[in-house]
């Protein structure tokens, strides 16, 4: 039996190069995007990280005992997340985005179909949901985060880290966080928490991509 | 020239694929298969996984086909070989298993392609574009390799300190010698067919756009004489053998490597990643043309000869004015 990491890998791998495969993304991969559309990427993506904890907290608090360990990695996690949204409004100021405009910005009905999910599926579907939704972003950003950065340096002329410390970070960081990540998914074994976490990862991969689409 | 009565089209070729195109000529028993993976032109888990369900339905039905024709299409590139984004995907969640997984299930392909004759079958492959690393590891095995003039093919892993896993090292001992092996793995530079011709790696060399028809000239050669030249392609493997063996122990030696790769390696694969993507976005330049510039970033001083052991130009040189846009 493929440890579950490599099976997830597999059975995923199709909608990973969807993902790949839009063109959307391709040509912000590729090219860039202009400021506008990066201004609107960042404005969405303040949504997935200020929502990233309160799913994996939800999901952690109906996580059944015989999963504790993955309680434990969601703890852990959460602690590290916490505060990166404020990591977005610093590259959003960078780019010209004050705080209040942030704040009141209305999240795109894909942001909300996304979020949406993640709660209804950590709620109702199987706590161990949250998993794929990391392993969707987490890959997001660490395999095209590195690339599609450096085109939006080259595009926008940021110098540094200026703007694009958010992606950029998370690029190197999920490297880190997707080894841990793996570890923990190697320890899912029944059968009904293994679909529910790929479903999950191939639902975000999906509307992750309908946000990109979007902006 | 036609001997027997015309083979009805296997069953299986009805099978749904999404990256591949088959077809099917009754006159000759011959299966051709055209690839088209998306995003990139490469092998993917699930282009493999395609390829490999084609050659597991042709080994269940022994006898049915005679003849298999591998060509690209997509305009430009035969194949740009592993998956980069999955490598560093693998590579940084420190996953060997899955990585030695996927370069398992790669060896399982040219391993296939290898013992083709004993299966009654004799392959035949046409490069019309850029194949790269495990895209030019894979047509080795072939028993008749066709590039059209315009198409280049190296092995540029060792520009992110890799090195080609999949059967690159076998093929092109058996086929070049060590020599040409030690030259074109540890340089990592890029060949013209031409080039490749002169080194014994490719069969026949034919201008761009009269592939199709060399494809026909060898088949319709072989055909008559299938039998005495499928006895004598198993002969030669006895002569000099790829072992699975040793196919294995270089993959597993590849995965242990990979696993090594620092920061600044993923880096330079992504840069490729990134360009093969820009490729297929519908850019002018991709892959090839940042393998030049690779090249030309680690080694400027000793390409700027341009001299070759061979007494080459370098496949490069051509292109490099324009870098200095």
């Not at chain 1, 579950?4 to 063109?23: C, G, H, K």
């Not at chain 2, 046409?126 to 092995?155: N, W, Y």
């Not at chain 2, 540890?186 to 060949?191: E, H, I, P, Q, V």
């Amino acid at each position: 039996m493929l440890p579950f990491f490599a099976d997830l890998v597999v059975r995923t791998d199709e909608t990973r190069r969807e993902f790949e495969t839009n063109p959307v993304v391709l040509d912000a991969v590729a090219r860039g995007m202009s400021v506008e559309r990066y201004r609107k990427l960042l404005l969405e993506l303040y949504h997935v990280v200020w929502h990233f904890n309160p799913v994996c907290a939800a999901a952690a608090s109906r996580m059944p005992d015989s999963h504790r360990q993955i309680r434990y990695f969601l703890y852990d996690h959460m602690q590290e997340e916490s505060g990166h949204e404020e990591w977005v409004m610093n590259d959003l100021g960078a780019v010209g985005v004050t705080p209040d405009v942030a704040r009141a910005y209305q999240p795109s009905v894909q942001m909300l179909a996304l979020n949406g999910y993640n709660y209804w599926a950590a709620d109702r579907r199987h706590p161990c949901t949250a998993l794929g939704m990391m392993y969707a972003l987490e890959v997001i950003a660490s395999v095209y985060g590195g690339p599609f950065t450096a085109a939006i340096k080259e595009s926008l002329l940021l110098e540094e880290e200026r703007g694009i410390s958010f992606i950029s970070s998370h690029a190197t960081m999920d490297a880190e966080h997707m080894a841990e990540l793996r570890v923990v998914l190697n320890t899912v074994h029944d059968d009904e928490a293994r679909d529910a976490v790929t479903e999950s990862a191939i639902v975000n991969f999906h509307h992750f991509t309908r946000v990109f689409e979007a902006v | 020239m036609k001997q027997d009565r015309p083979a009805a089209a296997p069953r299986w070729l009805a099978r749904p694929y999404k990256y591949i195109r088959l077809d099917w000529d009754p006159e000759f028993s011959l299966l051709r298969s055209r690839t088209c993976v998306k995003p990139i032109q490469c092998y993917s888990l699930a282009a493999l996984s395609e390829l490999n369900q084609v050659f597991h339905d042709v080994s269940s039905n022994p006898g049915e086909v005679k003849h298999y024709v591998m060509t690209s299409d997509v305009t430009g590139v035969f194949n740009f070989g592993g998956d980069l984004s999955l490598f560093v995907l693998l590579i940084r969640a420190r996953d060997v298993e899955s990585l030695k997984l996927y370069g398992r299930r790669c060896v399982d392909l040219v391993w296939w392609l290898e013992t083709a004759s004993q299966r009654g079958l004799h392959t035949t492959v046409l490069v019309q574009g850029d194949t790269l690393g495990g895209g030019l590891e894979c047509v080795m095995p072939f028993h008749k390799v066709i590039f059209e003039r315009s198409a280049q093919a190296g092995f540029p892993e060792v520009l992110f300190n890799l090195f080609p896993g999949m059967g690159g090292w076998n093929f092109t001992i058996r086929k070049a010698g060590f020599a040409v092996a030690n030259e074109m793995i540890l340089s990592g530079r890029l060949y013209t067919a031409d080039q490749l011709y002169r080194r014994s790696l490719v069969d026949l060399v034919v201008e761009d756009g009269e592939g199709e028809a060399a494809i026909d000239q060898v088949v319709r050669a072989v055909h008559p004489r299938l039998r005495g030249t499928l006895a004598a392609l198993q002969a030669r493997r006895f002569a000099s053998p790829v072992t699975y063996e040793s196919l294995l122990a270089i993959v597993d030696q590849w995965t242990e490597t990979a696993m090594r790769l620092t920061d600044r390696d993923l880096r330079l694969m992504e840069r490729l990643a990134r360009a093969q993507v820009r490729k297929a976005g519908g850019a002018d330049e991709g892959a090839v043309e940042e393998i030049k510039r690779m090249e030309l970033d680690t080694a400027w001083g000793e390409l700027r000869s341009g001299d070759t052991a061979w007494g080459e130009e370098r496949t490069g040189i051509t292109e490099w004015g324009g870098l200095n846009h």
